[in-house]
């Protein structure tokens, strides 16, 4: 009997389940991904997708990891220090892992290469990306994303998406600012060695780069990131930046 393909959240890209294999449309930078993925497996990084080859149409074939994405809204425990702690460690394990690499393959991903060129990014670490077994991260997913840049800019991103530091009127977030200070002061030590001073501005200049990315890609016929723009994301990430930069002095002192 034939295996039957089961369609996946996928953000803006087409993914299918074909029994243990998924099936992701290419798309630009889907070389270097395919690259990266590859030099990842051959390093023995245990949080990423096995890049198997490309199917006889063209499209990415990966080696599917069984457990639990973080789909909002967040289920009680995907809330837990447990996860924001185990998600720290695998973006701590991901950016030693290519600290060689930042400079190898600047150009020709998704995301514009950002000096200073320290690691490989992830671009969108976030509970979504991020596959999960109880509260263990198992596996980080979607690199379309990725791209070389610093340490900050994938930390402060992350922080963003699990303490998480959203207003209180973003449907995605969830606790007080002083619980989502703790949990990010909590990220940050179990991350380390990055600038607790610029964390919350970094955070800014990614929201407010997504915020471009998705309107220019818009505005070029892009029907995916129309529909996030018809939902009001960018206002959502727009307001975000708002409460950001009007409790940062808080936030940064809770930090440090």
Not at 24 to 46: D, H, K, M, P
Not at 188 to 215: K, P
């Amino acid at each position: 009997m034939s295996e039957v393909p089961e369609d996946l959240r996928g953000g803006s890209t087409e993914v299918t389940k074909v029994g243990g294999r998924v099936l992701r449309r290419r798309r630009q930078g889907s070389a270097n991904v395919e690259w990266l993925l590859t030099v990842l497996e051959c390093r023995g990084f245990r949080y990423s997708p096995r890049f198997l080859g490309l199917s006889d149409d063209d499209r990415q074939v990966l080696g599917f990891i069984e457990g639990q994405t973080g789909s909002y809204p967040l289920s009680e425990e995907l809330r837990s220090d447990e996860v924001l702690v185990s998600a720290a460690r695998a973006l701590h394990s991901l950016h030693e892992a290519t600290s060689d690499l930042a400079t190898k393959v600047v150009d020709g991903w998704m995301l514009t290469a950002v000096e200073p060129y320290e690691v490989v990014c992830h671009g969108d670490f976030a509970p979504y990306n991020c596959v999960f077994d109880g509260s263990r991260m198992v596996c980080i997913i979607d690199f379309d994303t990725a791209h070389p840049g610093s340490r900050i800019r994938d930390v402060a991103y992350a922080i963003y998406r699990f303490a998480p530091l959203t207003a209180p009127e973003n449907a995605v977030g969830f606790g007080s600012l002083a619980e989502q200070a703790r949990r990010a002061r909590l990220f940050c030590d179990e991350y380390g060695e990055v600038d607790r001073t610029q964390v919350i501005e970094a955070m800014c200049q990614r929201l407010l780069d997504l915020v471009s990315y998705m309107r220019s890609q818009a505005a070029q016929g892009d029907a995916a990131f129309q529909s996030h723009l018809d939902d009001g994301h960018d206002t959502a990430y727009l307001r975000d930046i708002h409460y950001l930069r009007t409790n940062a002095a808080a936030l940064t002192r809770a930090l440090i």
